[in-house]
């Protein structure tokens, strides 16, 4: 047994260190260093970490559930043109069409916490994936507004349960050293829906108008059908196993997902300990099954608890108070303020705005387990302040009527791909991961679906206002506001968000039970 351990770890530590002996298996403390002396070597180890290809396909799986929220962002920024003129709507009308799935999908993301941890974290998915394609069916063949609204409100249910779960999934299957990676799919597969919602718009806009939005919409549910069917082929999560006590199933999945049997077992040791399985009789406590959970976080939390709460939930409330859902969604509307008033040349333009999204999303989550969350969520955040501060200043220019200067709509347009790039590169990918793996694992369904929870409601908010608030201080002065809000957020992650790259899951806890870890 030595000796395997010494072949699988040599080259991650000097020669002079002590190697781990059979009983130290079964040892937390051991288990603990042990996984740090793994993890240590991310900046200066001779071996870089190898993506495990039965995790990889697990979390692409489970991540391609986020198209569905993408395509639907996407498509209904160029929908809208085309049910505004069939069906006869107002604006307000609009606000309220379009902002009404992130309201709505508050409900999924509180619900999916609890059912998660009830049936499971596959079956959730398949659950999303179902309640969505009924939600398209619905929007398809809506033959009033109100037919339409009652299809957005049972797919924003679906979008809520695919937000929380996906990102959760991908976290508790993936070895730490690719976590970063992989709990960031999500995001990248959210863009590109957006980019396959954008073509779907650009290449259905020469058919009939009450034909062509129903066709978008609608459309949604193809991959939905494929989503639940591939869910179905990859494994439960090993933590969720372990929770509800069938460790020898975890341990297969586990040692799938690890470089061997003796990883696996590590593994599997530090989440007994973590979840609080008796070590005698090996059963696990009632606070594993949720029971308690959400007294624990929020009557009177444990101050580290306190502490992953406030960095989950403003890591969440500025992921949207960003703007960048508005933006997208009302990005034909800006453009056609900047002077681009054909309809195939607006959508033509956001489809390249859903290119520079997706590529800096698939950059982003290539570098997280590389350079770390802190500095890519900073460099995003105040990349996008001075995008949008961009965008105000060209917007302000193009406000008086008559002839729009030439750079200025240049301008918008560049600053438009530069905030949304921004966002793929910070806020975009790294929400998702950070808000998964930052809370201890009894705590984490319900913990993530409430952060989640506050990220649809502002979602939502600024979705149902950006237009009628932009019509009363132009659409220069809310990009300015937008502005400020993303300086604060910059300011915000500094202080509030210690870094996490190289950290397992258990070993997290540590970072928020020390007050110096904060800024570091």
């Known amino acids: 047994m030595q000796d395997s351990l010494k072949h699988l770890y040599d080259p991650l530590?000097?020669?002079?260190?002590?190697?781990?002996?059979?009983?130290?298996?079964t040892s937390p403390k051991k288990t603990v260093q042990f996984q740090e002396r793994g993890a240590a070597v991310e900046g200066g180890g001779r071996r870089k970490p190898r993506l495990n290809r039965y995790a990889l396909g697990g979390a692409i799986l489970a991540s391609t559930n986020s198209i569905l929220l993408g395509y639907d962002i996407g498509v209904m920024s160029g929908a809208v043109l085309f049910i505004r003129e069939s069906l006869m709507i107002t604006p307000t009308q609009v606000e309220i069409l379009v902002g009404s799935l992130n309201v709505v999908s508050l409900f999924g993301s509180l619900a999916s916490g609890r059912t998660s941890d009830w049936i499971g974290r596959r079956y959730t998915i398949v659950l999303a994936a179902a309640t969505f394609l009924i939600g398209a069916l619905l929007m398809g063949l809506a033959p009033s507004f109100m037919f339409l609204m009652a299809g957005r409100v049972v797919a924003g249910i679906g979008v809520g349960y695919a937000l929380?779960?996906?990102?959760?999934?991908?976290?508790?299957?993936?070895?730490?050293?690719?976590?970063?990676?992989?709990?960031?799919?999500?995001?990248?597969?959210?863009?590109?829906?957006?980019?396959?919602?954008?073509?779907?718009?650009?290449?259905?806009?020469?058919?009939?108008?009450?034909?062509?939005?129903?066709?978008?919409?609608?459309?949604?549910?193809?991959?939905?059908?494929?989503?639940?069917?591939?869910?179905?082929?990859?494994?439960?999560?090993?933590?969720?196993?372990?929770?509800?006590?069938?460790?020898?199933?975890?341990?297969?999945?586990?040692?799938?997902?690890?470089?061997?049997?003796?990883?696996?077992?590590?593994?599997?040791?530090q989440m007994k300990t973590n979840i609080g399985v008796d070590g005698s009789t090996g059963t696990v406590s009632?606070?594993?099954?949720?029971?308690?959970?959400?007294?624990?976080?929020?009557?009177?939390?444990?101050?580290?608890?306190?502490?992953?709460?406030?960095?989950?939930?403003?890591?969440?409330?500025?992921?949207?108070?960003?703007?960048?859902?508005?933006?997208?969604?009302?990005?034909?509307?800006?453009?056609?303020?900047?002077?681009?008033?054909?309809?195939?040349?607006?959508?033509?333009?956001?489809?390249?705005?859903?290119?520079?999204?997706?590529?800096?999303?698939?950059?982003?989550?290539?570098?997280?387990?590389?350079?770390?969350?802190?500095?890519l969520l900073m460099l995003g955040s105040a990349g996008m302040a001075v995008s949008l501060a961009g965008l105000g200043l060209g917007s302000k220019f193009l406000e008086p009527p008559g002839s729009k200067p030439t750079w200025a709509i240049a301008l918008c347009v560049v600053a438009v791909c530069a905030d949304v790039s921004f966002f793929s590169i910070g806020l975009g990918p790294?929400?998702?991961?950070?808000?998964?793996?930052?809370?201890?694992?009894?705590?984490?369904?319900?913990?993530?679906?409430?952060?989640?929870?506050?990220?649809?409601?502002?979602?939502?908010?600024?979705?149902?206002?950006?237009?009628?608030?932009?019509?009363?201080?132009?659409?220069?002065?809310?990009?300015?506001?937008?502005?400020?809000?993303?300086?604060?957020?910059?300011?915000?992650?500094?202080?509030?968000?210690?870094?996490?790259?190289?950290?397992?899951?258990?070993?997290?806890?540590?970072?928020?039970?020390?007050?110096?870890t904060a800024s570091s």
């Open 13 to 25: 530590v000097p020669e002079s260190d002590p190697v781990f002996s059979e009983e130290d298996l």
């Open 164 to 269: 929380m779960i996906a990102p959760v999934y991908a976290a508790e299957i993936s070895p730490v050293m690719t976590r970063g990676f992989l709990s960031s799919l999500p995001e990248v597969f959210i863009n590109v829906g957006i980019l396959l919602g954008y073509v779907s718009n650009y290449a259905l806009s020469g058919l009939p108008v009450d034909i062509s939005w129903r066709l978008m919409l609608g459309l949604a549910g193809v991959p939905a059908i494929a989503i639940g069917a591939g869910v179905m082929t990859m494994p439960e999560s090993p933590r969720w196993l372990v929770m509800e006590g069938r460790f020898e199933e975890a341990k297969r999945v586990l040692i799938k997902t690890s470089e061997d049997e003796v990883e696996a077992e590590l593994r599997l040791n």
């Open 430 to 516: 790294i929400t998702w991961v950070y808000s998964s793996e930052i809370f201890p694992t009894r705590l984490r369904a319900q913990g993530t679906s409430l952060a989640i929870a506050v990220n649809r409601v502002v979602s939502g908010a600024v979705a149902m206002s950006f237009l009628s608030i932009s019509r009363e201080i132009t659409f220069g002065g809310m990009f300015f506001v937008l502005a400020g809000i993303m300086g604060l957020a910059t300011v915000f992650f500094y202080f509030f968000l210690p870094e996490t790259k190289g950290k397992s899951l258990e070993e997290i806890w540590d970072l928020f039970e020390n007050e110096d």
């Open 286 to 375: 009632a606070r594993s099954h949720g029971h308690g959970v959400w007294k624990e976080l929020l009557w009177r939390p444990a101050r580290p608890v306190r502490r992953i709460l406030i960095a989950a939930i403003g890591l969440n409330f500025f992921m949207q108070a960003s703007g960048n859902d508005a933006v997208v969604y009302f990005s034909p509307e800006v453009f056609q303020e900047a002077g681009i008033t054909d309809n195939q040349q607006l959508l033509g333009v956001t489809i390249i705005m859903g290119l520079a999204k997706t590529f800096f999303a698939f950059v982003s989550a290539l570098c997280l387990d590389h350079l770390g969350r802190r500095p």
